[in-house]
């Protein structure tokens, strides 16, 4: 929510061009979203803040956890695509759903972190050497990077149609 209300409110406050200049950047504050509700512009903003304030917050709908690269191409039109016929998702061109996308790793996408750390013996501190997998532990994870992808709607009444909606998108790129 908070995202798209800075999309919105972007251009007549310049937020994006604001990141490129640090003295712009610091007077940024959580006052903008008084100015954005005292100004006349900006109605679809100032229905986010008081959806906001009123605690009526986009729902959760579903989530799928990935471990290869799938997550990537999925859009929130594919997911409208999939949604039952008649349905306000599908006949939309903005369909009022959000998929948010995180991933998870050790720092190293899908590597193993420990492949890239060098041990020393105490009683030879010249010489490094690498520990393959099997002598670190046998409690090390196989997988090392995984992504989660998270399903709201911005209307309630659209939760059930986005929850078929999403399983059915999941299932066709799986």
């Given at each position: 929510m908070i995202g798209d209300f800075l999309c919105l409110v972007d251009e007549e406050f310049g937020i994006s061009s604001s990141l490129e200049n640090c003295e712009d950047y610091l007077v940024l504050t959580d006052a903008i979203l008084n100015e954005v509700e005292r100004s006349k512009k900006c109605e679809q903003a100032q229905k986010i803040i008081k959806r906001l304030r009123m605690r009526n917050l986009y729902s959760f709908?579903?989530?799928?956890?990935?471990?290869?690269?799938?997550?990537?191409i999925i859009t929130e039109k594919d997911v409208a695509r999939f949604a039952p016929e008649g349905?306000?998702?599908?006949?939309?061109?903005n369909p009022g759903i959000k998929l948010r996308k995180y991933s998870f790793n050790y720092g190293m996408q899908d590597r193993n972190p420990i492949d890239s750390v060098r041990f020393y013996n105490s009683k030879d501190e010249n010489n490094s050497f690498f520990v393959s997998k099997d002598e670190v532990s046998e409690l090390l994870p196989n997988v090392f990077n995984e992504t989660?992808?998270?399903?709201?709607?911005?209307?309630?009444e659209d939760f059930q149609d986005a929850e078929i909606a999403f399983k059915r998108c999941i299932k066709e790129f799986l």
């Open positions: 709908v579903a989530q799928h956890k990935f471990k290869s690269s799938v997550h990537k349905s306000r998702l599908k006949n939309s061109r989660i992808l998270q399903l709201y709607v911005v209307h309630p």
